[in-house]
């Protein structure tokens, strides 16, 4: 059982030498923030950059941050308190050296991007700072208050424009990356118009963000289905920290409606959170209360919708009043007003939803992989930045900053010879198994998520999602499609089955990996005290688990083939 998952390579049957060819010097595959980040930077090296977006370069998860970006941007604050709230709250599996480096640069990021045109808010004393969850300054840059990832994708996309040196390749969906003897060489992409085409590169820089819609309840839009990662996968990347998902303590919770974020500034600027009795309850499960860190937040919330049988908690804004919360937060305040809520007069209902992928493609300090010639950066790789749990607006800051570094560490890589190119194909036999229908797989696949690898787990439900996947794999995995959805589905049950098998091996609780099954609070100090990575990595038999320590190295032997089904 899981065969189709360990032994496929490619999804998609072509022949090098007889499909379409494009040639570039970096191929950079995401548009988001770090992905077009990366793009500008390459294109100080080279005058021969490809840009592939999923969908157009302005639809990307970054357009929907709402919060904000971290960085040191005064006297008041230090990049020290800067890098130490951050390893802090990642319970101290961040890697040290990288959280500097993030923290260092990133004012010098943030200052480029002004410089490119972006907007941010400002007081009569410089910028508006705000304040999130596990901060311990005043530290968060914002543009009209809830839409810094609109203004942070439209400054980009402007500079991007300007460019001649890069291409943007839009509506072209990442099947697959392209390897020679183990080197990667470009990726096999599809375009509406112009089908599949094999895009050449010297270095290939993945960006293709999250998997948030993995799970039922989710902030992310409907592109972030984890294609990066199970294309990663494949060509023989390491991912580690895939059990890591962090769910955002507050969404709009609508009966029937798709969950919008609520951004943590809310809280920042003094909202409670109270239950359906009107009892604020966050002081009574830690010392920030509202500030908490997000993993704290959103099990608090769990545990209290469990206790007063609810479907959810409310946030109260009441008393920072209507017209200060409209003109801080005026996008939030039309959505809230959208269904009816009035957030001077009312409680607005939230509830935790999945939110940011930790976990990723493993990077070392300058964005490279251990696949050659394949780096990665932003959501979709794992740098060690963020620990077991992200502090909040760390994710558009590691962007800028780690877009920049994987551009310029693909740039300077470059050779001055021609592509390294050779025959490549896949050829993958009928299957003769039955057809199931997609989308009820993928709703369903949601559901499981949620319910046994959400916000609390258990080995038990763990074991479960496994099963039930490996099973969705068999009719799923073998088969060959010609259409974006039978893609995405593969991937989707790809990075789903690492994410399941890396929570059942990490038996004790880590930041915002929560075992409601954990054994005893001995272990769990140990685990604290000593915390490690599991990374993932493929060979013949399917996934090996390897824990290492925070900068990469492994400690023990290798651990495989656990909670698989008994017979």
């Not at 998952?5 to 998609?12: E, G, I, P």
């Not at 040191?72 to 040290?96: K, Y």
């Not at 990288?98 to 002004?114: H, L």
Request: glycine share 10%.
């Amino acid at each position: 059982m899981g065969n189709a998952f360990d032994q496929r390579r490619y999804l998609t049957n072509f022949d090098s030498a007889r499909t379409g060819h494009v040639l570039t010097d970096v191929l950079v595959i995401g548009g988001g923030v770090a992905g077009a980040r990366a793009a500008i930077e390459a294109a100080r090296h080279t005058d021969n950059v490809i840009l592939m977006c999923k969908r157009t370069v302005e639809d990307s998860v970054t357009r929907h941050a709402q919060g904000g970006i971290a960085g040191v941007m005064t006297d008041a604050d230090s990049v020290e308190s800067h890098a130490e709230d951050t390893f802090r709250v990642g319970c101290g599996l961040g890697r040290r050296e990288i959280i500097d480096r993030v923290v260092r640069d990133g004012p010098a990021r943030i200052a480029e991007m002004v410089d490119w045109g972006m907007r941010l808010d400002r007081s009569a004393d410089g910028y508006a700072l705000g304040r999130e969850g596990g901060h311990s300054a005043s530290r968060i840059l914002h543009f009209e208050g809830d839409a810094t990832g609109r203004e942070l994708s439209r400054a980009l996309t402007a500079k991007l424009r300007t460019l001649t040196a890069i291409r943007v390749f839009e509506s072209c969906f990442l099947i697959d990356l392209l390897t020679v003897e183990g080197r990667c060489v470009g990726a096999v992409s599809y375009h509406p118009k112009y089908g599949h085409q094999l895009v050449w590169s010297k270095q290939t820089i993945l960006a293709t963000g999250g998997c948030g819609r993995l799970f039922r309840e989710t902030t992310n839009p409907d592109i972030a289905t984890g294609d990066g990662y199970a294309a990663a996968w494949r060509a023989g990347a390491r991912l580690a920290d895939m059990e890591m998902m962090q769910f955002h303590p507050t969404t709009l919770y609508v009966a029937g409606a798709s969950r919008a974020l609520i951004s943590e500034a809310v809280r920042g600027e003094g909202a409670y959170l109270v239950d359906r009795h009107g009892e604020r309850f966050m002081p009574s499960y830690h010392a920030d209360a509202e500030l908490a860190p997000r993993d704290v937040v959103s099990r608090a919330i769990v545990n209290r919708i469990r206790e007063t049988r609810s479907n959810c908690v409310y946030l109260d804004v009441r008393h920072i009043g209507g017209e200060r919360f409209a003109a801080r937060f005026p996008r939030i305040t039309r959505l809230c007003r959208d269904f009816q809520i009035d957030p001077a007069r009312d409680l607005i209902p939230v509830r935790p939803a999945a939110h940011y992928m930790i976990g990723g493609v493993v990077t070392d300090g300058d964005a490279r992989t251990n696949v050659p010639d394949l780096l990665a950066c932003g959501e979709a790789a794992c740098t060690g930045l963020h620990g077991a749990n992200r502090l909040a607006s760390n994710s558009l800051l590691e962007g800028l900053v780690f877009g920049a570094i994987a551009g310029a560490t693909a740039g300077a890589s470059l050779s001055s010879g021609p592509n390294a190119r050779g025959r490549v194909s896949s050829v993958i036999p009928a299957s003769q198994r039955t057809e199931l229908d997609l989308p009820d797989i993928l709703n369903s696949l949601r559901s499981l998520l949620w319910r046994n690898a959400g916000i609390e787990r258990h080995a038990a439900h763990l074991s479960e999602a496994r099963e039930i996947i490996d099973f969705w794999g068999q009719y799923v995995l073998d088969k060959t499609f010609d259409d974006v959805l039978g893609w995405e589905s593969q991937n989707m049950l790809t990075v789903a089955r690492l994410l399941v098998i890396a929570a059942a091996q990490r038996s004790h609780s880590l930041g915002v990996h929560y075992r409601s099954d954990e054994l005893n609070a001995s272990t769990v100090v140990s685990d604290t005290t000593d915390p490690h990575h599991w990374v993932n990595e493929r060979d013949e038999s399917g996934p090996v688990l390897r824990p290492m320590d925070r900068d990469w190295h492994s400690i023990v032997e290798e651990t495989r083939n656990h909670i698989l089904p008994k017979k």
